[in-house]
């Protein structure tokens, strides 16, 4: 059976992405022939890839950044079915934790091997991540993020200048309270990072590599430090200069339950806003992902 690609067409910078007929090429090159889905934002992903699989397809591709890569996951998770990526977002965090190539031929050259291995993701409340979840100034940035996109096209560049905006406008922040193994705490943060990806993290600089390492989830808590400090705090994790104790305290275990003041709050999974009822239950799944990979990815954390 020939795969299937889910082509989101507005990932990554404006006009600078694979077009279906780079993808039919890429994929000519190395015999197959591909069915090219163009995903409509206006229905429903899980419903699309649903219909796909249902129409026989073994092999689903998701060509975009990470949102539409975790929201293709979501639907193929615990499924025989298996999954391949062509990346195409602005940062690709979770293909590049995986050796996936950035380029185009390069990537479909992988998925021509069929090389795969089993992987474990996580799970907020019920919406699969599989790089970060994220609560309090982030998704706000995401927000502000995307109306600079649509106005100077994406780029690092204006994500990082839609970080900065949020934090100088300074949201209200959240007073959590933090349940798991070891801890039940209640804190007063700005901001709250999830990460079930070792690549982004020390892509970003910041220690909790060895918690995802050792078969958990790491936890980032800016402190409350007044005003300014929690805003230089916030700053520091979002640019890469945090330092831990300073700037967030890290929790690491396989399972966490946070409950807020509030009953519904807009958090972010792997750049993707969303409100959500609480309390928010984060944890690794039973189920698993079937992933195309290079050789030599097939075990490790990633």
Request: charge should be positive; aromatic fraction near 6%.
């Amino acid at each position: 059976m020939q795969p299937c690609v889910l082509l989101n067409d507005h990932s990554g910078k404006k006009h600078a992405g694979p077009s279906a007929s780079d993808i039919q090429a890429a994929f000519d090159r190395v015999g197959l022939s591909p069915q090219i889905v163009h995903l409509d934002p206006a229905k429903s992903l899980h419903d699309t890839v649903s219909r796909v699989i249902e129409g026989g397809t073994t092999t689903v591709i998701a060509a975009g950044g990470d949102g539409t890569i975790s929201g293709v996951a979501q639907a193929l998770l615990g499924k025989e079915c298996r999954f391949g990526i062509l990346p195409r977002g602005t940062f690709n965090y979770f293909a590049r934790s995986l050796d996936i190539p950035q380029n185009l031929h390069d990537a479909v050259a992988v998925i021509a091997r069929g090389n795969s291995r089993p992987l474990r993701v996580a799970l907020l409340n019920d919406t699969v991540f599989l790089n970060n979840a994220n609560f309090g100034l982030y998704p706000q940035i995401l927000r502000s993020r995307e109306d600079i996109y649509n106005f100077w096209g994406r780029s690092r560049g204006a994500a990082y200048w839609s970080a900065l905006k949020v934090l100088f406008q300074w949201p209200k922040p959240l007073t959590v309270t933090i349940r798991n193994n070891d801890t039940n705490e209640t804190v007063r943060t700005p901001m709250i990072f999830v990460l079930n990806n070792a690549f982004q993290l020390r892509h970003m600089g910041m220690e909790g590599a060895d918690c995802i390492e050792n078969g958990e989830l790491a936890m980032l808590v800016a402190p409350d430090q007044g005003r300014l400090g929690m805003l230089r705090s916030a700053a520091a994790m979002l640019l890469g200069k945090a330092a831990r104790h300073r700037d967030f305290h890290l929790y690491c275990c396989d399972r966490f339950e946070l409950t807020t003041e509030r009953s519904k709050l807009l958090v972010a999974c792997d750049g993707e806003r969303r409100r959500m009822t609480g309390p928010f239950r984060i944890g690794l799944s039973d189920d698993t992902l079937n992933m195309i990979v290079p050789p030599g990815s097939d075990e490790g954390t990633r």
